[in-house]
């Protein structure tokens, strides 16, 4: 208890105290045009704080992946904190090993109360950070707004046919065939593209209409065991409804082959072809002003229930690291727990109230004019943007932007969260693991990928022989072995 009280102390103090001053390494990518020496983000929070930084900023991935590689524990030129760090597990449990990274975890609860609190209401929270062993080397970032690979569906055509937003795949399927036959975009044409999609990947979170979930190994945790999702019954039924929307032209002919680059639409005149997509954002290949047609497809349901692939999860780990030559421990975690507020999430991601942005007397928030007419305020004020940094995104804040296509898009992107759920959950594996697991993945994760589409577009027959064949080949590549390993790394959770 004395020591949480001394802590938080700590922290009140700051801002009183001379400026106590460390090195801080970490990387963020030169498209960020950000000069962190230089950035108001870190000058406003020394002013907060008393603490001051020397920075040594990597532009390059490969660079930093290289001086991570090559920190000792007793280098005269370790820096105190990694910032930015974009830590895996490997280097997480190798920099620990070495006694380059310090054990956080005994100093979480006592000088960390924001922080605490977040993993005490999310115990799955504690579990992605923690190493085997039980050490905790890296501090993540959270979202309650998780990026989404989502079905979004044209709302404006729909409502012109007089559509409703479909609840199964059956009325999935009757709405791409109204885009397909009743010409929405009104130009005489049948050049409608009623789904788009990238590859198998795309199409493998259509299998939720079925009941099917995995993450990117295929495969999902069920009552402590690994099942493997191109095994499993419902797959083949998925597979056949694929087959038939690419057979009736439901699916975009060149979603095997194409490209968020290639099938870019930069001029809001053009033609609007797309009646759904499978993405993130309609932002990602379409022009901002057309985003507003479109509407997140709440995740179908199969036998009565429903659930969707939760893609990014709430936690990104690996942001925010000390080392042992930071000499004052708790102050440096005084100092990174301010940033799971919300106070210093927005300071972050939006800047500073009454100077970058304001507060309208309806709770709404905008931009000032001085923050919308500077080309570099993102790479000069804020952070938030490259490397992922520890924050406490929440969706309370950014859903109060006036500006409703913009809030409308945020509304948008919680459709589905209710129902998303981690395939599997968080681990760590190590150096040795991973390099056991890739050769098989590149084989069977190909293998599954491959056949998906020759199944769709029809090069191979769906039949009781190419699934035969099918099984044959997850054999010859190591199904059996790629299984147990996945099973000893939930027995080891």
């Known amino acids: ?43 406003r929070m020394e002013e907060k704080t008393g603490i001051r930084f020397r920075y040594v900023q990597y532009t390059k991935q490969e660079d930093w992946r290289k001086a991570k590689a090559a920190m000792q524990a007793d280098s005269p030129d370790l820096p105190d904190v990694l910032f930015k760090a974009e830590l895996s597990g490997p280097e997480c449990l190798e920099l620990l090993e070495k006694g380059v990274l310090i054990d956080l975890a005994p100093y979480l609860e006592s000088c960390c109360p924001n922080l605490w609190a977040l993993l005490q209401s999310h115990p799955e929270y504690m579990q992605a950070i923690t190493l085997p062993g039980g050490a905790i080397a890296a501090l993540p970032a959270f979202t ?26 059956e009325e999935l399927t009757e709405v791409l065939r109204a885009f397909r036959d009743w010409d929405p975009n009104k130009n005489g044409r049948k050049d409608e593209i009623p789904l788009a999609f990238l590859g198998s990947f795309d ?3 259509l299998a939720h209409a079925f009941g099917l979930i995995a993450n990117d190994y295929n495969i999902r945790a069920v009552d402590g065991q690994a099942v493997f999702m191109p095994l499993d019954s419902r797959y083949r039924e998925f597979v056949e409804w694929l087959h038939m929307l690419y057979a009736e032209k439901l699916l975009d002919p060149q979603g095997f082959t194409t490209s968020d680059p290639l099938r870019t639409v930069e001029k809001d005149t053009a033609t609007k ?30 036998e009565g229930e429903s659930i969707y692939r939760d893609f990014a999860g709430p936690v990104t780990r690996g942001t925010f690291a000390v080392t042992c030559a930071c000499d004052n421990v708790q102050e440096i975690l005084g100092w ?8 210093v999430y927005v300071l972050g991601s939006v800047g500073q109230e009454n100077v970058d942005y304001v507060i309208d007397g309806d709770g709404t928030w905008r931009m000032t004019e001085a923050s919308r007419n500077n080309s570099y305020f993102t790479s000069e004020v804020l952070i938030a943007s490259g490397t ?34 981690l395939p599997f959950p968080y681990y760590t594996l190590t150096a040795e693991q991973e390099a056991k697991i890739a050769p098989l993945q590149s084989r069977i994760g190909r293998l599954v990928d491959e056949s998906l589409a020759r199944w769709v577009i029809g090069e191979t027959e769906i039949s009781d022989q190419s699934y035969t064949d099918f099984e044959a080949q997850l054999e010859e590549a190591g199904i059996r072995e790629f299984l147990a390993f996945w099973n000893d790394i939930l027995e080891g959770l």
């Not at 922290?11 to 020496?37: F, K, N, Q, V």
């Not at 993130?280 to 057309?290: D, S």
């Not at 990174?336 to 106070?343: A, H, I, K, Q, R």
């Not at 969706?395 to 759920?421: E, H, N, W």
């Open 336 to 343: 990174v727990d301010l940033f799971y507020t919300e106070e």
């Open 144 to 169: 309650d707004q998780p990026a989404q690979n989502s079905v979004w569906l044209n709302q404006v055509w729909m409502d012109a046919l007089g559509l409703s937003m479909p609840e199964t795949a």
């Open 388 to 421: 992922s940094y520890p924050a406490n995104a929440t969706y309370d804040f950014q859903s109060r932007y006036y500006d409703p296509m913009v809030s409308r898009i945020t509304d948008q992107l919680q459709v589905v969260q209710g129902k998303a759920v």
């Open 1 to 43: 208890m004395l020591k949480r009280f001394f802590c938080i102390l700590l922290i009140l103090m700051l801002p009183c105290a001379a400026l106590a001053e460390y090195t801080m390494a970490g990387y963020d990518d030169s498209s960020t045009y950000r000069t962190w020496s230089s950035n108001q983000f870190f000058s």
């Open 203 to 205: 199409l493998k979170f």
């Open 273 to 302: 072809v797309y009646g759904g997509v499978i993405t993130t954002l309609p932002t990602n290949f379409m022009p901002t002003a057309w985003a507003a047609d479109y509407a997140v497809m709440p995740p179908l349901t199969w």
